[in-house]
C-alpha cells in the first residue's frame, strides 16, 4: 500500500490522509539533520498502518528524535508541553505573558478592573509605551478540542465593558487600544470571522500564519519547562508551583534543581539540554 493511500485518526476523531511532506516539516522545526530526519522517516513508514493515530505517529518519531539528541526531542514536543501547562490554565497566563515581556511589554497576571457594568478579573495586562491591552487566554488541557465563537463573543464584551469604564480606572495616562484572545489550540473558522470582524486580536497555536504561539515560541526560544525530556512529571509540577514556567528562567535559577535533589551528574544534563533550547 502507498504511504498516500494510509488513512490516519486525528486526536479530535477525524480521519485524514497520512502526509510524508507535514512530518517533514515537523522534523524540520526542531533543527534536526537532513541525516537524522531521512532516518526517522524511513522508520516511521515502515510502520505505517490503516487507522494509526497521530499519537501513535508522534510517539514513534518523538522516541527516535530523543534517541538521537534529547534537546531537539523537546522542541518537538512542544505542543504537548504546552497542554502539560494544566490542569488549571493559570500557569498557561503565565506562560503567555512571558512571551509578551520579551516581547517588550510590561505585564500583570489576574488583575481586576472595574468595567462599566460590572468587575472583571483580566488573565493578562500588557503595556507598552502609554497604551494598555488586554488579554485573555483560552487552555484547553487536552488536543481535539477547538476555541468556538462563543469565546470571542464572551471576550468582546467584557473588553468593551472595561473599555467604556477605562477613563475611570486607575491607569488614567494609559490609553487601552487592543483586546486580545490567547488559545494553546486553533479557532474555528466562525470564531475567527467574529474576532477579526470586532477588532479582536487572536493568536492560537498557527494563527495568525508565520507567528502563531508556536513560531512565537520557537524564534524567541521562549519554551516552557514542560518541554524537558529529563525532568520528571514530579520535578516539573514543583518548578511549576514556584513559577519556573520557562527553561530560560531554570537557567537563572537553578537552585531550584538542588531543593529537588538533583544529583550535579543529572544536573548538568538538564541545564546542557534547556540551554542547547534557548540558544
Known amino acids: 500500500m502507498e504511504v498516500q493511500d494510509i488513512e490516519i485518526i486525528k486526536a479530535s476523531g477525524e480521519k485524514a490522509k497520512f502526509s510524508l511532506d507535514k512530518l517533514h516539516s515537523s522534523l524540520k522545526r526542531t533543527g534536526a539533520n537532513d541525516k537524522i530526519v531521512k532516518q526517522i522517516l524511513n522508520k516511521v513508514r515502515d510502520e505505517l498502518y490503516q487507522g494509526i493515530s497521530t499519537k501513535e ?4 518519531a518523538f522516541a527516535l528524535l530523543k534517541k538521537s539528541k534529547s534537546h531537539l526531542a523537546s522542541k518537538y514536543k512542544l505542543k504537548k508541553a ?3 501547562l494544566g490542569p488549571t490554565g ?4 503565565h506562560f503567555v505573558s512571558a512571551i509578551l515581556k520579551y516581547s517588550g511589554y510590561k505585564t500583570a497576571v489576574g488583575k481586576t478592573f472595574q468595567g462599566k457594568c460590572v468587575s472583571h478579573e483580566i488573565d493578562v495586562i500588557a503595556y507598552k509605551n502609554d497604551t494598555a491591552t488586554i488579554i485573555e487566554c483560552k487552555f484547553h488541557g487536552e488536543q481535539g478540542l477547538n476555541c468556538n465563537v462563543k469565546i470571542p463573543l464572551y471576550i468582546n464584551s467584557r473588553y468593551q465593558d472595561v473599555k467604556a469604564n477605562w477613563k475611570n480606572n486607575s491607569e488614567k495616562e494609559v490609553f487601552l487600544t487592543e483586546g486580545w484572545v490567547v488559545t494553546n489550540t486553533r479557532f474555528t473558522d466562525d470564531a475567527l470571522n467574529y474576532g477579526n470582524c470586532v477588532g479582536l486580536h487572536l493568536l492560537s497555536w498557527d494563527y495568525p500564519k508565520s507567528n502563531g504561539l508556536k513560531d512565537r515560541i520557537d524564534r524567541l526560544g521562549l519554551y ?7 525532568l ?3 520535578e516539573k509540577q514543583f518548578l511549576l508551583s514556584r513559577d519556573i514556567i520557562l527553561c530560560r528562567e531554570l537557567i537563572h535559577d537553578k537552585f531550584f534543581l538542588d531543593h529537588l535533589g538533583v544529583s550535579e551528574t543529572r544536573k548538568e544534563k538538564i541545564i546542557n539540554e ?3 533550547l534557548c540558544d
Open 82 to 84: 504546552i497542554y502539560e
Open 90 to 93: 493559570f500557569p498557561f497566563e
Open 224 to 230: 516552557p519547562i514542560t518541554v524537558s525530556t529529563l
Open 232 to 234: 520528571t512529571n514530579r
Open 274 to 276: 534547556i540551554s542547547l
Open 57 to 60: 505517529i508522534y510517539n514513534r
